[in-house]
């Protein structure tokens, strides 16, 4: 087995080299072509060369986290790995073609063929939906740039007939019920060009459509799904929708009465959540209790109607029954590429906070409104670049709080502070933000 899975990684990363671009001396047909390897593989390798040969060319999803044309994952739980391999025939009457190859003593052969009219495959993903222990095969495809279906498959010998085919924009599978099994939340439009769920549950074995509810966007303002842990441990899916004008909503969606509700619009549920301004910042655990919060922006004050807005973060909690626990603040410094979480005794409605930019700094100041109308300086946070740069951090009473290689972040605490915190406690509340990477959706 060990031998096995040695020769699975060197076929997945000879496969990453060639999808990444770098093999380009050899022509266009040998791109995706195996490694030459022993044992085992020389007959799967043997057989993908074989359909190869016979007209059928790769056909890799183009979507998704699952990007190989021959991927390699196992499907029935056995420790074997199996062989799922993508091909396009396009004088077929079904052109898209799944091939599955399992392992079998020193060699692999062919178990099953999945067979599509589309003639690209979009996304693919694998979970076991139905708590059997093997894994189900969900292929997304796309006729056209506005038409896509989904199609679900059992492993199964022979040529399996899906257990779901329906159209969709985007999905997610998680088990809300706690049954140990998955449902599928499945968004596509409506017909008032607005976006829709459909929640589907098993039945008797089978995935029926149990309920619906409108999201409060189109399926065009859709930017990331999120499954997430609620208060009480219950799952839940936070849909968060970005609008042209950089305005956010996020949806909340999770089972009560063992229908499907939009939680976060609380006792009303035709009215949908109220937007705000969109800082690139997506529910996740924030401050790592297991249960995932959703960011709120607020505004702070300002010092007059011409300077220039400021937010701050307020990340919340949802229960099943819509009541929301706020967990933290933050000020999330996109410009500047860190964050920092703001005092729990610091009043958000006499705070405002100031920024400047120019030459090899950039600079927030936060102050606290006073009853007289003057501002207190509270505290000073620099990015510093340039040749000079660690020595401008050491001035006066700053001090570091972070660096990297063109960068050095430092701080200065104001003669008024308000709670007592040491240089080590404030680099604990500070953090530089790290990109967001992702595989596209499903």
């Not at 599955?100 to 599509?116: H, L, M, Q, S, T």
């Not at 694998?126 to 498959?153: C, F, H, N, P, T």
């Not at 959703?294 to 990340?315: G, I, K």
């Amino acid at each position: 087995m060990g031998m096995r899975k040695t020769m699975a990684a060197l076929v997945l990363s000879a496969l990453v080299l060639v999808l990444s671009g770098c093999v380009f001396t050899k022509p266009e047909a040998s791109l995706y072509r195996l490694p030459k390897l022993s044992g085992e593989y020389e007959s799967l390798e043997s057989q993908i060369d074989a359909l190869l040969s016979s007209g059928a060319e790769y056909a890799a999803p183009t979507s998704g986290s699952n990007l190989q044309s021959v991927q390699m994952i196992d499907l029935d739980g056995d420790g074997e790995e199996e062989a799922v391999a993508f091909f396009r025939r396009a004088n077929d009457k079904k052109p898209m073609k799944i091939y599955i190859f399992k392992a079998a003593g020193d060699n692999y052969e062919r178990y099953a063929v999945i067979e599509g009219t589309s003639n690209q495959i979009y996304s693919v993903n694998y979970a076991d939906l139905d708590g059997d222990g093997r894994k189900e095969i969900l292929v997304g495809y796309k006729s056209s740039s506005d038409v896509q279906g989904l199609s679900i498959y059992p492993l199964s010998p022979g040529t399996p007939e899906p257990l779901l085919i329906t159209g969709y924009s985007r999905y997610a599978n998680l088990d809300m019920d706690g049954d140990g099994k998955q449902e599928l939340l499945i968004i596509c439009s409506d017909e008032e060009s607005g976006a829709r769920v459909d929640y589907y549950n098993w039945d008797e074995g089978v995935l029926r459509a149990k309920s619906s509810l409108r999201l409060s966007s189109s399926v065009a303002e859709l930017s990331q799904l999120t499954a997430g842990t609620l208060t009480g441990g219950e799952k839940a899916l936070f849909v968060t929708s970005v609008t042209g004008d950089n305005l956010t909503v996020t949806d909340v969606l999770a089972l009560r009465g063992g229908r499907l509700q939009n939680i976060a619009s609380a006792a009303d549920v035709n009215q949908a959540p109220a937007e705000q301004i969109f800082l690139g910042l997506f529910p996740r655990d924030e401050n790592n209790d297991g249960v995932t919060e959703a960011p709120m922006t607020r505004a702070l004050r300002r010092f007059d109607e011409e300077s220039e807005p400021q937010y701050y973060v307020l990340w919340e909690q949802y229960s099943v029954d819509g009541t929301v626990s706020d967990v933290q603040s933050c000020f999330h410094n996109v410009s500047d590429g860190w964050s920092l979480v703001l005092p729990e005794e610091w009043n958000k409605a006499k705070l405002t906070a100031a920024r400047s930019a120019g030459g090899d700094e950039s600079i927030v100041s936060f102050y606290r409104a006073n009853e007289n109308g003057s501002w207190e300086k509270l505290l000073t946070i620099y990015r510093l670049t340039g040749e000079a740069r660690e020595g401008l951090a050491d001035i006066g009473d700053r001090f570091v709080l972070a660096q990297q290689v063109d960068a050095v972040y430092a701080a200065e605490i104001g003669s008024k502070w308000s709670v007592q915190l040491d240089e080590q406690s404030l680099r604990e509340r500070f953090s530089l933000i790290m990109a967001e990477w992702t595989m596209g959706d499903n």
